[in-house]
């Protein structure tokens, strides 16, 4: 057993999973998710999830602590777990990396992090490259785009500091069935977590286009809630095209999920960045059938402005 006093303010309002991440960077998300239910990791003698908010003097408790587990998790998910095609698949998204983070344009239908249901995800792969390597922010599983990988353990506090005072800009795109009763809004909507709690969010949208009953919607989350986006479509009547979930409309229930994280726009470090997804190749195909036009959005500055 091994016990952790919070005296920093650095990490302070920091999720238990990225604190975790942080300080045993080996660890994966299916790991710590397992030990957290089993109660191996407590804060304060009490069993939190994953995002549970860091506080100044919590006492974190790793009961089943040992350095081989911690500093050794990697070996757990050995090459032999990791097909050789997940590897390449992860290497041909890269579009962008530096010595501090790395830019994937994350494929349809992989998880970001693990969990009990899940066989592979990208926090599995990058975990097996470099143990150092860190997510810093996650997409649902059908959601493809940009996703944000620290390379050490500087860089995922940064990231995440960038992230808690909302100074990372996303656009998102998709195509939904309908069309919403205004061209243009902020929703704010408050949704149900897993444990029944309200959540409030709060989107802005656009509509880009509308042709055919189909319409091509971009979105600016001031607020980041699990499915937020999709929830808020069903709420404007305009699910999502591919939604297994919120969109109970048959027409097109074979299709993938047409969201797309399209859009990064950060300052890291004083150098501002600036990334724009590569749509996968089932929503490129999508769009020509039904003669829907390419979303361009060349000015960042003036793009995200106008949401203000």
């Known amino acids: 057993m091994k016990n952790f006093l919070i005296k920093s303010s650095d990490h302070i309002d920091l ?45 974190i408790i790793i009961y089943n602590y040992s350095k081989e587990i911690y500093s050794n998790q990697k070996k757990d998910i050995s090459n032999s777990v990791i097909a050789p095609k997940y590897k390449d698949l992860f290497k041909s998204a890269i579009i962008f990396e530096n010595n501090e983070f790395i830019i994937l344009d994350k494929w349809s239908g992989i998880a970001t992090q693990g969990g009990s249901k899940i066989n592979i995800s990208i926090d599995d792969i990058i975990k097996n490259i470099n143990i150092n390597y860190n997510l810093v922010h996650r997409l649902d599983r059908e959601t493809s785009g940009l996703l944000i990988i620290a390379k050490n353990r500087n860089s995922t506090k940064y990231f995440g500091k960038l992230f808690k005072e909302h100074l990372i800009q996303k656009i998102y795109i998709a195509t939904c069935q309908g069309k919403p009763k205004n061209n243009e809004s902020e929703v704010t909507l408050s949704i149900e977590s897993k ?22 919607i971009i979105f600016l989350p001031k607020t980041g809630r699990t499915h937020q986006l999709r929830i808020v479509a069903k709420h404007l009547g305009c699910p999502i095209v591919g939604d297994t979930k919120y969109n109970l409309k048959d027409r097109y229930k074979f299709e993938k999920l047409k969201l797309n994280s399209h859009i990064l726009s950060f300052n890291f470090k004083d150098t501002e960045y600036n990334f724009t997804s590569n749509l996968p190749l089932h929503y490129k195909e999508f769009s020509k059938k039904n003669n829907l036009k390419k979303i361009e959005i060349k000015n960042f500055y003036n793009f995200f402005n106008s949401f203000k």
């Open 195 to 216: 444990k029944n709690k309200k959540l409030d969010t709060v989107t802005f949208y656009k509509v880009y286009e509308t042709k055919d009953k189909l319409s091509n």
């Open 15 to 59: 999720r238990l999973d990225k604190w975790l991440k942080i300080n045993f960077s080996s660890l994966t998300q299916n790991f710590i998710e397992k030990n957290l239910r089993k109660g191996n990791i407590k804060v304060n003698n009490s069993i939190q999830p994953s995002k549970y908010r860091i506080k100044l003097n919590d006492k």
